[in-house]
C-alpha cells in the first residue's frame, strides 16, 4: 500500500477533518478495462466543482483509495503508476482540485509478482487504506464519506465506519427491495418477504459521480 504524496507538514488541522475517499476506476474516472497508461484515465464530468466545494467549503480531505491488482498481475509497474497518477493530478488541477493522498492497494492472491501475491488488510473490501489514512491524514472516519462504483467500495467504507455512495450502473440496477413480480393476469401483492441480508446498504446510491458528490455537499462532509 502505498501513497504516492504524505501529508505535508504544518497543513494539518488541529481538530481531525472529514474526508472524501474516492474509488479512482469507474467513479473519479472513466470506467475502463485495466487502465496501464496516462490517457487512460480521464475525470468524470462535472465532478470538479463539487470536489472543490467539499475541499474548499467543508474542509474535507480528498483522498483517492484504489485497489491496482494490475501490480501484482505484472500487467504494469510502479514507474507506471506513478505516471498514471501525475496525469491524474493534473486533470483534477486543471479544474482547481488538488487530492490530498493516493493509497493503492498493489496486492492479490492471484499475482505473479512473488510479493505482491498475497493476502491483504488493504484491498477492498477490506477497510486498510482508509484506516491508514485516517491515521496518516488525521481523518475524522465517521464524519467521512466513501463513494464508489462497485459494491466492494460501499463495503469497504462501512467497515472504516464511513457514510458511503455508490455511483453508476451497478448501483442504480441493484435493487431496493424485493419487489413481487406478475405473471398473467393475476395481481400478486408485495411480499412481505425481508430484502436478503444484503451487504451493508449505501447511504447514497446515484447514477454518476458528480450527483452523488452533489449529495454529499447536501448532506455535509
Ligand atoms: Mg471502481
Ligand atoms: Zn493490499
Known sequence: MTSVRPPRAGRESP???????LDRDGTLTEARHYPTRPSDLVLQPGI????????????AALVV????????????????????????????ASVGVELDGIYTCPHHVDGVVPELARRCPCRKPEPGMLLRAATELRLDLARSWMIGDFATDVEAGHRAGCRTAWVGPRATAAPTARTATTTGGAATTATAT???????APTVRAATTAEALREICRRGA
Open 194 to 200: 425481508p430484502p436478503a441480508p444484503a451487504p451493508a
Open 15 to 21: 481538530v481531525p477533518r472529514p474526508a472524501v475517499f
Open 48 to 59: 470538479g466543482p463539487w470536489l472543490r466545494t467539499l475541499r474548499e467549503v467543508h474542509g
Open 65 to 92: 483509495v484504489t485497489n491496482q491488482s494490475g501490480l501484482a498481475r505484472a500487467l504494469f509497474t510502479d514507474r507506471d503508476l506513478e505516471a498514471m497518477h501525475r496525469r491524474l493530478r493534473d486533470e483534477l
